[in-house]
Nanobody, 119 residues
Framework: QVQLVESGGGLVQPGGSLRLSCAAS????????MGWYRQAPGKQRELVAD???????DYADVVKGRFTISRDNAQNTVYLQMNTLEPGDTAVYYC?????????????WGQGTQVTVSS
């Protein structure tokens, strides 16, 4: 089994910054893509950003230029630096990883961390 543990969420004022972290642990042979999704109340879960093992990145248009995803492959960790936060960024943020766990390739999710942007 593989576990993803997120941290770094919280309450921040508009214009502020937060940094989310997600560490993967367990029976990991290899991690392919790692990324972040978010889900606001009453809305579907949506991609925020992801990063392949080779370094290719993809961002949702609404966060381009404000958010940066990075990975530490040696530590099986992915980060999301969020700058110039807006109330519309308020959501539960979920870490996602495509993992080869010695038996099969599966997608795992973290438990989610709340980000609230409000004055």
């Amino acid at each position: 089994q593989v576990q993803l543990v997120e941290s770094g969420g919280g309450l921040v004022q508009p214009g502020g910054s937060l940094r989310l972290s997600c560490a993967a642990s367990g029976s990991i042979l290899r991690i392919y893509g790692m990324g972040w999704y978010r889900q606001a109340p009453g809305k579907q879960r949506e991609l925020v950003a992801d990063k392949s093992a080779s370094g290719l990145t993809d961002y949702a248009d609404v966060v381009k230029g404000r958010f940066t995803i990075s990975r530490d492959n040696a530590q099986n960790t992915v980060y999301l630096q969020m700058n110039t936060l807006e109330p519309g960024d308020t959501a539960v943020y979920y870490c996602n990883a495509r993992v080869h766990d010695w038996q099969t390739i599966k997608t795992y999710w973290g438990q989610g961390t709340q980000v609230t942007v409000s004055s």
